[in-house]
């Protein structure tokens, strides 16, 4: 079987990161053309020069200025939605219109909660597979560390998330990560860092989040912006160690093992020993994307309403539930229980491999 594939929006995360890096797929088109079940058979960008590019860059062959037309004139399985999160809420009204099987919408998922919820629930009505891109979901070195973190760490007391680049471009990220790991949020409050936001929060803030879940764990995450610098980095500690996982850019990773000794000083206190790296495989492989795409495949073929995606519209919409209460505290100065159900409407973002480039 061979599923066809259309994308909306020709840009980076759709195309252009395979410019700069091809060690492994980091972009749709790039996880598409590695996967043996799918075939792109159109692209379209408001731009058409941009999608035309595109189109002769992966050798494709349709190109439309207009997902209207496109999906009009193709019959695709399988989209993808790589716009602007400001357009997500009306594309996915228009492939409601049409025989699609399964969408992989980027995150974030769209500009307000209402929207979320709305297109989510058409997409359950209509029998479509909607899925929003948090790849690290699909990581398997976060599957294994989820799977082994009581033998690493022992219980975990205390997580530490440090990152870059906005708290809608990647602290949702990270949102999405700690919920992977630890469940639940019960309430969270914020703080603006960085003079990130003159008050009006036109622009995609800088924020440190205190986070509480519902096990009663106590999480903070931490704005750190240095020029030209990635950060992505979440510390957990244990009761037996401390583990630190480091993200690099197009998703690299490395990681920081501290096992617990005596101290030599006062040997009835433990605390953390020297580096060791190789407690965790080395061998991971870097295939989130050609996995999510996996998995959007397997809700097809299992046709089963029920069928729970890795990366869900229900986890985007938490994901944004987060995102909108975190810059709501930082306006208010209040303390956010859950469920939030103010539908905020997002900032603007740029995302910051563009910064990056530009400097």
């Not at 193709?74 to 939605?81: F, G, L, P, V």
């Not at 033998?151 to 906005?166: I, N, Q």
Request: proline content about 4%; aromatic content about 10%; glycine content about 4%.
């Amino acid at each position: 079987m061979t599923l066809n594939v259309g994308i909306i929006g020709c840009g980076n995360i759709a195309s252009l990161y395979s410019n700069d890096f091809s060690r492994w797929p980091v972009t749709h088109l790039a996880a598409y053309t590695d996967h043996p079940m799918t075939k792109v058979v159109a692209v379209c960008d408001t731009d058409p020069s941009r999608a035309r590019s595109c189109a002769e860059r992966w050798d494709i062959p349709k190109w439309y200025a207009s997902y209207v037309e496109m999906l009009q004139q193709e019959k695709c399985d399988i989209i993808s939605i790589c716009t602007s999160y400001e357009s997500h809420a009306e594309i996915i009204r228009e492939i409601a219109r049409y025989r699609v099987r399964a969408i992989l919408c980027e995150k974030p998922f769209t500009h307000n909660l209402d929207d979320a919820r709305e297109v989510t629930d058409l997409c359950k009505k209509k029998g479509i597979s909607l899925a929003v891109n948090f790849q690290r979901r699909h990581d398997r070195l976060h599957e294994y560390v989820k799977e082994n973190l009581s033998s690493l760490v022992g219980d975990v007391k205390k997580v530490t998330f440090l990152y870059s680049g906005g708290i809608i471009n990647n602290g949702s990220h990270a949102f999405d990560l700690l919920r992977f790991y630890f469940g639940e949020i019960s309430s969270l409050s914020s703080i603006v860092e960085d003079g990130t936001s003159d008050g009006s929060f036109a622009m995609d803030p800088n924020l440190t989040v205190h986070l509480r879940f519902t096990s009663g764990l106590s999480v903070v995450l931490t704005s750190c912006t240095i020029p030209n610098h990635s950060t992505f980095e979440m510390s957990i500690l244990g009761t037996k160690a401390r583990l630190d996982l480091l993200n690099k850019p197009f998703f690299g990773y490395d990681y920081r093992y501290f096992p617990y000794v005596s101290s030599e000083t006062l040997p009835s206190v433990t605390c953390s020993s020297s580096v060791l790296k190789h407690t965790l495989p080395n061998d991971f492989s870097r295939d989130l994307l050609v996995r999510a795409i996996d998995n959007l495949i397997q809700s097809i073929e299992n046709n089963d309403p029920h069928f729970e995606l890795v990366s869900s519209a229900e986890n985007g919409i938490s994901a944004l539930e987060l995102v909108s209460a975190a810059i709501f505290s930082a306006r208010t100065h209040q303390e956010i229980t859950f469920p939030f159900t103010q539908s905020l409407t997002l900032p603007r973002l740029q995302g910051v491999f563009t910064t990056w480039k530009r400097n």
